[in-house]
C-alpha cells in the first residue's frame, strides 16, 4: 500500500491512463447520477442564465470557490502521483474542478428552476485560480480555503430547502457553513521559529436565512429573523505540513486538510459585534 500510494519519480503510463479512466468514470456518473436525482423532476427549458449573486449573503459563492480549489487540487495530486509534470498538474489536473462545476452550470442552465449562474462560473474560476496562482508563485500551497459545518435552528422551518437530515444540511443549509482561508504562517516566515504546521484562519459564514433573498421570513418564522454576516478569526493547522514518511498518512493529511479544525475564535457580527468562542466549528 506505501509503495502504491508513494508518487512516481518519472512519468508511469499505467498510472496517468487509470487517473484519466478514473476522473472520466467517476465525473460522467456523479454528472449522470445529478441529474435524475436532482433535475429529472423538474422541466427542461431552453439554455438560459439567472442572476442569484444577492442571494443567501454570497455563502453559496464561497462554497463554489472551496469546491473548485479542492476538484482541482485533489486532480493535480492525482497526476503528480503518476509522475506527470508539473505542466500537465497544473493544466490539466487543477482544471477539473471548474471544468465539472461548469458542466453542473450547464445543467443548471437548461433547468426551468434554476439557471446558469454567471456568479457561481466566477467563482469556480476563482477557486481554480487560487490553485494554480500559488503553484506558479510559491511552488507550493501557503493559503487553503476550508470548511467547517454546525446545525442551526432553521433547518426546521424549510427542511425542504435547508435539508431534513444533517447530511442534507451540511450541503444545503448556509447558515450554518463556515468558508475559511487558512494560512500557514511558516510559509511567509522560512527562517522563522514558527511552527510549520501553525495556521492563522480567515472565516466567514451568514445568519438568519430562511429564504435566498430574505424574502417572506416572517412566514416561517414567529417573529422576524435578521438577516447577518459573520466574520471570524481563528487558529488552525495544515496537517499537510506535518512530516511524516508514510504515504499513507500524507494522503490521509490532504484529505482532511479540508477541513478546519475545531479552535478558540473570535466572530464579529454588524448587529451583535464581537464575541468569543472557546472552541468553533
Same mark, same amino acid.
Given at each position: =500500500?506505501?509503495?502504491f %500510494?508513494?508518487?512516481?519519480d518519472t +512519468?508511469?503510463?499505467?498510472?496517468? &491512463?487509470?487517473?484519466?479512466a478514473?476522473e472520466? @468514470?467517476v465525473g460522467?456518473?456523479?454528472l449522470?447520477?445529478?441529474?435524475q +436525482?436532482?433535475?429529472?423532476?423538474y422541466p427542461?427549458?431552453?439554455?438560459?442564465f439567472i442572476?442569484d449573486?444577492? /442571494?443567501w449573503l454570497q455563502?453559496?459563492?464561497?462554497?463554489? @470557490? $472551496?469546491?473548485?480549489y479542492?476538484l482541482?487540487?485533489l486532480?493535480?495530486e =492525482? !497526476?503528480?502521483?503518476s509522475?506527470?509534470?508539473?505542466?500537465d498538474?497544473?493544466?490539466?489536473?487543477?482544471g477539473?474542478?471548474f471544468?465539472?462545476?461548469?458542466a453542473?452550470?450547464v445543467l443548471d442552465?437548461?433547468?426551468s428552476?434554476?439557471?446558469? &449562474?454567471t456568479?457561481?462560473?466566477?467563482?469556480n474560476?476563482?477557486?481554480?485560480? %487560487?490553485?494554480?496562482s500559488?503553484e506558479l508563485?510559491?511552488?507550493?500551497?501557503?493559503?487553503?480555503?476550508?470548511f *467547517?459545518?454546525?446545525t442551526?435552528?432553521?433547518a426546521? $422551518?424549510?427542511?425542504?430547502v435547508?435539508g431534513s *437530515?444533517?447530511a442534507?444540511?451540511i450541503?444545503?443549509?448556509y447558515?450554518?457553513?463556515?468558508y475559511w482561508l *487558512?494560512?500557514n504562517l511558516?510559509s511567509?516566515?522560512?527562517?522563522?521559529?514558527?511552527p510549520k504546521? !501553525?495556521n492563522?484562519a480567515i472565516?466567514?459564514?451568514?445568519?438568519g436565512? @430562511?429564504t435566498g433573498r430574505?424574502?417572506?421570513?416572517?412566514l416561517f418564522? =414567529?417573529s422576524?429573523?435578521?438577516r447577518?454576516r459573520?466574520f471570524?478569526l481563528s %487558529?488552525?493547522?495544515?496537517l499537510?505540513?506535518?512530516?511524516t514518511?508514510?504515504?499513507f %498518512?500524507k494522503?490521509?493529511f490532504?484529505?482532511l486538510?479540508?477541513l478546519?479544525?475545531?479552535a478558540?475564535?473570535?466572530?464579529y457580527s454588524?448587529? /451583535?459585534?464581537?464575541?468569543g468562542h @472557546?472552541? $468553533?466549528?
Amino acid at each position: =500500500m506505501e509503495g502504491f %500510494l508513494k508518487p512516481s519519480d518519472t +512519468l508511469n503510463k499505467t498510472r496517468k &491512463s487509470t487517473v484519466i479512466a478514473v476522473e472520466a @468514470i467517476v465525473g460522467t456518473g456523479a454528472l449522470v447520477g445529478l441529474n435524475q +436525482l436532482w433535475y429529472a423532476d423538474y422541466p427542461r427549458s431552453a439554455f438560459h442564465f439567472i442572476n442569484d449573486n444577492a /442571494e443567501w449573503l454570497q455563502v453559496d459563492k464561497a462554497g463554489h @470557490i $472551496y469546491s473548485s480549489y479542492h476538484l482541482g487540487r485533489l486532480g493535480a495530486e =492525482m !497526476l503528480e502521483w503518476s509522475g506527470a509534470t508539473e505542466k500537465d498538474q497544473l493544466i490539466y489536473g487543477s482544471g477539473m474542478g471548474f471544468a465539472f462545476l461548469t458542466a453542473v452550470e450547464v445543467l443548471d442552465g437548461f433547468s426551468s428552476e434554476w439557471g446558469a &449562474s454567471t456568479g457561481d462560473i466566477i467563482a469556480n474560476a476563482s477557486g481554480t485560480a %487560487l490553485y494554480v496562482s500559488q503553484e506558479l508563485l510559491w511552488k507550493e500551497q501557503r493559503i487553503t480555503p476550508k470548511f *467547517s459545518f454546525h446545525t442551526t435552528q432553521y433547518a426546521q $422551518y424549510r427542511p425542504n430547502v435547508l435539508g431534513s *437530515s444533517f447530511a442534507e444540511q451540511i450541503l444545503k443549509d448556509y447558515n450554518g457553513q463556515t468558508y475559511w482561508l *487558512s494560512v500557514n504562517l511558516h510559509s511567509f516566515s522560512k527562517g522563522s521559529k514558527i511552527p510549520k504546521w !501553525l495556521n492563522l484562519a480567515i472565516g466567514y459564514g451568514a445568519d438568519g436565512m @430562511i429564504t435566498g433573498r430574505g424574502i417572506n421570513n416572517e412566514l416561517f418564522l =414567529m417573529s422576524k429573523m435578521e438577516r447577518s454576516r459573520r466574520f471570524y478569526l481563528s %487558529l488552525d493547522v495544515d496537517l499537510t505540513k506535518i512530516d511524516t514518511k508514510f504515504p499513507f %498518512l500524507k494522503t490521509i493529511f490532504s484529505v482532511l486538510n479540508t477541513l478546519k479544525i475545531p479552535a478558540p475564535t473570535i466572530e464579529y457580527s454588524h448587529h /451583535e459585534g464581537f464575541k468569543g468562542h @472557546i472552541s $468553533y466549528f
